[in-house]
């Protein structure tokens, strides 16, 4: 029953008037009102043992998880000073530190990532022509992180795992042109005309190959499915970082090449002298005239007069490798890092709440004896609510109860996996 208007207590309930055969009598003439719980019970949340009241808080849309979880550890402290004694607040599951240990990992493997690129590209490419890379990858990634946040892109597992597998593509298109500047000056060019044609000669073939690169990530983008609603943004990160890439390699690498590289190195001479005006496509240096790209050059020279060995060892490697992937394990996504276990306990159908709830008792009395658990929670006729993204949810039903077991990290997670599958199947 649901009258009009609101009860402020049980008194109220008990003052309501009834009209019975022609007569008005008051309810708690004829009942006992009283508070308690609903009996028999429907579902029960049970925390190491004993009843307890679930409180679920759900971030509002585009609000900060980790601030979240900042202003609730706040507030339960206050309330845990002033909750009357024999009640207690307890954390079971937090998103919020969840996700703060997931980023803090992944922005950790970007800051390694980073500064391994950063370390190649000034041994191999030397102190002044690695500097122009070097100082290129925080203006891409501070573009793109500006291009996330505009186009709503989050910062998450995907686009952070993203970022890192395009650090290695993104400063290809740099490379190339900085590469092709500084020989140019080590032929003798002016720093203007070098600047020039690392952009002219580079720009288009660079913008050709950026593209094929995105386009290889596009299904991902055009996936109708669930696995396409997580991925998707290894399109959307891959696609803006590199094309930024392209940007800055055809804009900004020539402007600071020009300001850093040096204009004749190894005392390359002057390429506006009287006979650069008269023959102005003749190079003054050859700086390939060195022992290296003299063995390079046979090389090729080799393969050349023998296309056809050279063709058929490539096929023949090319078809290992496709074989070989047979043996590569195949996950989409990688296994969990979260310590939780989930135990879904099922009677037959139509068994009653007492008789779940008495088989969630047995269980709660076999994990109380194992080690290595940090807490556990049992919902008994009903599922645990979404305290994850992947849960699946389980409906109301008296036959079932589910257990989130939580482990102290994930390597005592994986032996209670096994300990839990030896003692579930006795």
Known sequence: MRPTGQYVDVDAIANTLLRVN??????????QVSRGYVDPPSDVIRF???????IGVTMAPSGDVIELGKALRAKTAALQASLPAGLKLVEVASMPHAVEHSVADFVEAVAEAIIIVLIVSLLSLGVRTGMVVVISIPLVLAATALCMYLFHIGLHKVSLGTLILA???L?????IAVEMMAVKLEQGWPKVR???FAYTSTAFPML???LVTVSGFLPIALARSATGEYTRSIFQVSAISLLVSWL??????PLLGYWILSEHPHGAPPHDSQDAKAHPTREPTDVYDIPFYGRLRRWVGWCVDHRGLVLAGTAVAFLVGVAGFSLVPKQFFPASERPELLIDLRLKEGSSFEATLAEAKRLEAALAKLSGIDHYIDFVGVGAPRFYLPLDQQLANSNFAQFVVTAKDVKERERLARELDQMLRT
């Open 22 to 31: 022609g007569r008005t009598i008051r309810l708690g003439d004829i009942a």
């Open 48 to 54: 190491e043992g004993k009843n307890v009241l679930g």
């Open 167 to 169: 650090l290695g593509l």
């Open 171 to 175: 400063v290809d298109d740099a490379i």
């Open 194 to 196: 070098a600047a020039a």
């Open 208 to 210: 050709t190959g950026t």
């Open 248 to 253: 800055a390699a055809v804009i900004v690498i």
